[in-house]
C-alpha cells in the first residue's frame, strides 16, 4: 500500500492544480454583479475567436452581435481583459460622445498601463512603414494577448512578450534621437523649409516644462503611428468596391473626366460630388475602425436614461454596427448606394453633418472627439481616386494584385 502513496499525491497535486486554474479562470472572466443586467451578454468565446479562426469581423458581427445590438442597442462584451459596454444605437452613442465629464476618453497607457501595446512597441524602426504596420499587426495585437493583457504581467513567462518590451525601448530612444538631430540641425542652419511641425511644438512643451519627458516621448510615437494604418484600409476597400463594380467605377470616371483637367486642386475635387458620396459610402460600409472601446465612466451613470452603468468601466462603440443598421439606414444598408447621400456638394455636406451629430455615421468620431484630421484623410482620397480614374477600367483581378 505504501508504495501508492508517491502516485496518489501526485495525482492528487494534478487535481488541486486543475481545479485552481479553473477557479482562477472563472473568477478572472466572470461577469462583476454591479454591470448592467438589462442588456444581453456576448459569450466570451466570441471575443477569442482570434485564437483559433481566421473569421472576419463582419462575420462575427452578423452571426453574434447584430440581433442583440439592433434589439437593445447595447450588449456586455469581453475585451481587454475585462468586460465592457458597447453600443451601436445612436441614441446611447449620443450620450456618450457628448457627456465626455462622464465618459472620458482613455487609451491603452489608462485601460491596461502595463501591457507592450500601452507603450507603442515597434521593431526596428528604421524599416518602411508598411513593414512597421505588418510588425504591429504581428507582434502587438496577437489575440491571446490582446484578450488577455495581464499576461504581459510577466514577461519572464513569455519571451516574445519580454523581447517586445526591449523593442519598445529601443524604438523610443532612437526616435526621441532623430527627432533632436533634426531639431538641432535646424536651429544650426537657421532652416526650417517646413515651418513649424509637431514635434517642434512638442519640443517646446518639453523645454517650457508643459509637459514631462515621458509625455513627450508617447507623443512622438503616436504622432509617428496614428492612423497611417486607417488610410491604408479605406484604400483597400476603395480597390475592392471598384474592382468589382464597374457601374461605380464607370459614373466616377465620367464625373472626374468632364472636369477637362488631368491637375486635381482642392476646391476642383471638392466640387465633385459623386467623388464625395463615393468615399462617405466607402467609410459607411468599410469603416477603417470598426469597433473602439476607449472610454471610461468617472461616476455611476445612466447612459441613455436606460442602461445604468457603474464608475470606472470601460464602454465603447461599433460603427460597423452603427453604419448598416436596418432601423437607421432602411434595408438597403448593406447595399454600396452613393447615391444616398445626395446629388449635389451642398446636400451631401448636410447629410454628412446630420448623420454625424445624430451618431449614425461616425467613422470620424463624433462631437468633441471628433477626428482633427477628418478633412485631410477625405482629401486625401479624392485626390487619389481623381488621379486612379485617369487610368483604363481596373478590373476585379487588377484590384487585388493592388492589394496584394
Not at 226 to 249: D, K, M, Y
Not at 320 to 340: K, L, Y
Amino acid at each position: 500500500m505504501i508504495e501508492w502513496f508517491p502516485e496518489i499525491n501526485w495525482m492528487r497535486s494534478i487535481l488541486t492544480l486543475l481545479i485552481s486554474t479553473i477557479l482562477l479562470l472563472y473568477w478572472y472572466t466572470r461577469i462583476p454583479s454591479s454591470m448592467p443586467r438589462n442588456i444581453p451578454t456576448v459569450p466570451i468565446y466570441i471575443s477569442l475567436l482570434g485564437l483559433w479562426s481566421d473569421m472576419g469581423q463582419d462575420t462575427i458581427y452578423d452571426r453574434w452581435l447584430r440581433q442583440p445590438l439592433e434589439t437593445h442597442g447595447a450588449v456586455k462584451i469581453w475585451f481587454a481583459g475585462r468586460w465592457n459596454v458597447l453600443a451601436t444605437r445612436p441614441r446611447f452613442l449620443v450620450d456618450m460622445f457628448r457627456h465626455e465629464d462622464v465618459y472620458a476618453k482613455a487609451g491603452s497607457q489608462k485601460k491596461i498601463p502595463w501591457s507592450v501595446i500601452a507603450a507603442l512597441a515597434l521593431e526596428r524602426p528604421n524599416q518602411r512603414l508598411e513593414e512597421l504596420q505588418t510588425i504591429i499587426k504581428k507582434t502587438l495585437f496577437k489575440p491571446l494577448f490582446f484578450n488577455f493583457p495581464d499576461l504581459d504581467r510577466y514577461p519572464f513567462l513569455f519571451r516574445q512578450r519580454k523581447a517586445a518590451f526591449t523593442i519598445m525601448q529601443e524604438f523610443g530612444d532612437l526616435l526621441c534621437t532623430t527627432v533632436l538631430q533634426r531639431t538641432t540641425h535646424q536651429k544650426g542652419t537657421n532652416q526650417n523649409p517646413d515651418g513649424d511641425q509637431v514635434v517642434d511644438y512638442l519640443d517646446r512643451a518639453l523645454k517650457e516644462n508643459r509637459i514631462t519627458e515621458e509625455q513627450y516621448r508617447a507623443n512622438l510615437k503616436v504622432t509617428f503611428l496614428t492612423a497611417h494604418e486607417n488610410a491604408q484600409q479605406l484604400l483597400n476597400s476603395t480597390f475592392w468596391v471598384l474592382g468589382t463594380n464597374q457601374s461605380i467605377q464607370q459614373k466616377l470616371r465620367a464625373e472626374i473626366l468632364a472636369t477637362g483637367t488631368e491637375n486635381p486642386t482642392t476646391d476642383l475635387v471638392n466640387s465633385l460630388p459623386y467623388l464625395f458620396a463615393v468615399i462617405l459610402e466607402l467609410l459607411r460600409l468599410y469603416p477603417p475602425v470598426s469597433q473602439l472601446i476607449n472610454r471610461v465612466t468617472t461616476s455611476q451613470s445612466v447612459l441613455g436614461g436606460e442602461i445604468t452603468i457603474p464608475n470606472h468601466t470601460w464602454v465603447g462603440w461599433n460603427a460597423f454596427g452603427a453604419h448598416t443598421d436596418p432601423n437607421i439606414w432602411g434595408n438597403d444598408c448593406r447595399e454600396f448606394i452613393p447615391e444616398r447621400w445626395g446629388s449635389d456638394v451642398k446636400s451631401i455636406q448636410g447629410a454628412v453633418r446630420s448623420k454625424t451629430t445624430q451618431c449614425h455615421f461616425i467613422a470620424f468620431n463624433a462631437h468633441s472627439r471628433k477626428c482633427l484630421g477628418q478633412g485631410f484623410a477625405v482629401l486625401q482620397v479624392k485626390i487619389l481616386l481623381f488621379e486612379m480614374e485617369e487610368w483604363e477600367d481596373l478590373s476585379e483581378v487588377q484590384c487585388m494584385v493592388f492589394l496584394n
